[in-house]
């Protein structure tokens, strides 16, 4: 795999690389608030979602396969295939 930043900024969002260890991938990660949607699930905030997309666009233009997650407390991944 290609050298990765350790840190990327995208709209003001600080992701940070994790690498893997035996039991997960390599991935990108950022906090936002906690937010809920109609139904009460937890969801990213709005604006952090963005540049997490934003983040997964510039990846894939960089040659790499991404896919973009949202889990509880207002973590959103950005993880890379491999």
């Keep these: ?47 952090l979602w963005r540049a997490a997309k934003k983040l997964e666009d510039i990846l894939t233009k960089d040659g790499l396969k991404v896919y973009t997650e949202h889990s509880e407390k207002g973590w959103v991944e950005v993880t890379l295939n491999t």
């Design 1 to 47: 795999m290609k050298d990765l930043r350790k840190n990327i900024t995208v709209d003001g969002w600080g992701f940070k690389l994790v690498e893997p260890t035996s039991t997960n991938d390599t991935f990108y990660q950022c906090r936002g608030a906690v937010m809920y949607d109609d139904e009460h699930d937890e969801m990213p905030e709005p604006s």
